[in-house]
């Protein structure tokens, strides 16, 4: 069965920077699509970003939200999913989810923006950021 962990989470000053990671396990990696939630006390769970089987920058997408300061990465000879945070808020405090997908129609139906889309799910990794 498909595993995830998430690492890299942690306390950070707003404008600060982490880099979260994600291992995969149980599965050809490079088969799923990866992609990162965030989920905040109270809230829904949210999409982050996206990234395809290759890791070609053009198959990445990112949530407005984001854009601009967090990319997203995969190294397919290591089986990781990488995320880099920079330029951090305070309403970026969330525990984020590592997801993978095997569902090779997910962008054409949009479901890569919605957890359902999403098969295997990470327990999650705290990311705070103070201001």
């Known amino acids: 069965q498909v595993q995830l962990v998430e690492s890299g989470g942690g306390l950070v000053q707003a404008g600060g920077s982490l880099r979260l990671s994600c291992a995969f396990s149980?599965?050809?990696?490079?088969?799923?699509?990866m992609g990162w939630f965030r989920q905040a006390p109270e809230k829904e769970r949210e999409f982050v970003a996206a990234?395809?089987?290759?890791?070609?920058?053009?198959?990445?997408i990112y949530a407005d939200s984001v854009k601009g300061r967090f990319t997203i990465s995969r190294d397919n000879a290591k089986y990781t999913v990488s995320l880099q945070m920079n330029s951090l808020k305070s309403e970026d405090s969330a525990v984020y989810y590592c997801?993978?997908?095997?569902?090779?129609?997910?962008?054409?139906?949009?479901?890569?923006?919605?957890?359902?889309?999403?098969?295997?799910w990470g327990q999650g990794t705290q990311v705070s950021v103070s201001s």
């Open positions: 149980g599965g050809m990696f490079g088969t799923y699509v």
């Open positions: 990234i395809s089987w290759s890791g070609n920058p053009g198959g990445t």
């Open positions: 997801a993978a997908s095997p569902d090779k129609t997910i962008f054409y139906r949009a479901r890569h923006l919605y957890p359902s889309g999403y098969d295997n």
